[in-house]
């Protein structure tokens, strides 16, 4: 069975860091585009960073500069690290895998549970 499960959440103060981990199991991880999505109350999710099978990686605007993604293979693991955290970045945390392009077949896609990330003084 596939299973996304994310940890490393919590509350911080603004200006504070977090890292959040997402540990994958039953698929070939090392194939998969990983990212982190993000959902705060009444808004719609957002991509927050995207790192590809080959390493290259996204970022979402808002959060350029302040946070990075990163994979271990070895341990089919996803990380987010997040610096100088906002007010604004509360939100569920969501972790996300995207398989690959395979003639006459749908990709795959995984989503965990989420985790909580609140930012407040």
């Known amino acids: 069975q596939v299973q996304l499960v994310e940890s490393g959440g919590g509350l911080v103060q603004p200006g504070g860091s977090l890292r959040l981990s997402c540990a994958a199991s039953?698929?070939?991880?090392?194939?998969?585009?990983m990212s982190w999505y993000r959902q705060a109350t009444e808004k719609e999710r957002e991509l927050v960073a995207r790192i590809g099978s080959s390493g290259s990686t996204n970022y979402a605007d808002s959060v350029k500069g302040r946070f990075t993604i990163s994979r271990d293979n070895a341990k089919n693991t996803v990380y987010l690290q997040m610096n100088s955290l906002k007010p604004d970045d509360t939100a569920v945390y969501v972790c996300?895998?995207?398989?690959?392009?395979?003639?006459?077949?749908?990709?795959?896609?995984?989503w965990g549970q989420g985790t909580q990330v609140t930012v407040s003084s």
């Open positions: 996300n895998a995207y398989g690959p392009n395979q003639l006459f077949k749908l990709r795959t896609n995984y």
């Open positions: 039953g698929f070939t991880f090392s194939t998969y585009a």
